[in-house]
């Protein structure tokens, strides 16, 4: 499938899809094996970030355009879609000349120049929602994308910060039914950001399928337990392999069209 194909199975025919891969891009080798892993599985986009939005500066950062060039290796072997995270909009010419979708954070969720300028571009805009940020707030950041003339726009849930502790984020599955009434826009769940750790990401996965959303974005990791970020909720390709055989089964009960399932490299 071409990136057109891609694009209209998920935007017009509302097909759902994963989007899988590492928290940040570490190597040709780490990419590279990812996305073979995933595209056998049938994924048809890849993440991975480049630019990462660290809490802290002396942590992992990225790797910058040398990451960008490892992304697009990565999508010349697999034929995959590239997803990866803008955090700046002078980021914005040198990420669209390597990805196919332009991540903005949930850091960056009302950083309104930055979402106008990915707009701007006229490229499939994928936003997750601000951990502080209402769904109201968070689909006026989907309207500054929209107001660019560009309706290709994904919506992520990932979490948010509320009194409840006992995992990384609340993951807000209300989130889903409520948003999927307002707006014409896939809206996806990321169970791994909220999770934290590997062994919840499989349970919240399940809730936002369950919820109707219409896809998962999913950190995968060849060797977790190395990753330079977000090490303890990445998936192994076992663990992934037994999340997609899970949800599978799920979706199909739901009776929904999947985008990629059933296909071979
Ligand atoms: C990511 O998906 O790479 C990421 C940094 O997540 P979030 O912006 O949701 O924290
Ligand atoms: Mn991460």
């Known amino acids: 499938m071409d990136s057109e194909e891609i694009f209209n199975a998920i935007f017009n025919e509302k097909n759902f899809f994963m989007i899988a891969g590492p928290c940040a891009v570490e190597s040709e080798e780490q990419i590279v094996s990812a996305a073979r892993f995933l595209r056998s599985r049938g994924v048809m986009i890849l993440r991975g970030g480049a ?28 034929g995959m879609l590239v997803v990866t995270e803008v955090m700046d909009p002078e980021h914005i010419p040198i990420v669209s000349r390597y990805a196919d979708i332009l991540q903005i954070g949930s850091r960056n969720c009302q950083n309104f120049p930055l979402l106008r300028a990915a707009g701007s571009t006229g ?116 663990e992934f392999e037994t999340l997609q055989n899970d949800v599978g089964r799920m979706l199909s009960a739901m009776g929904r069209n999947v985008l990629g399932i059933a296909e071979s490299p």
């Not at 006026?140 to 660019?148: D, E, G, L, M, N």
């Open 51 to 78: 630019y990462k939005p660290r809490t802290s500066p002396d942590t992992f950062q990225g790797l910058g355009e040398e990451g960008l060039r490892m992304l697009a290796k990565a999508r010349e072997v697999t």
């Open 123 to 238: 490229m499939p805009v994928l936003i997750k929602r601000g951990f502080g940020n209402t769904v109201s707030e968070f689909l006026h950041a989907a309207s500054y994308v929209s107001k660019q003339k560009n309706d290709r726009i994904i919506l992520v849930e990932r979490g948010i910060r509320t009194f409840e502790t006992s995992m990384r984020f609340t993951l807000d599955v209300a989130a889903v039914p409520v948003i999927r009434e307002q707006v014409p826009y896939p809206i996806l769940v990321d169970p791994s950001h909220p999770a934290g750790k590997s062994k919840y990401v499989r349970p919240l996965a399940m809730a936002g399928v369950g919820a109707g959303a219409d896809g998962l974005m999913i950190e995968v990791h060849p060797s977790p337990g190395d990753a330079l970020s977000d090490a303890e909720q990445q998936l192994d390709f076992q």
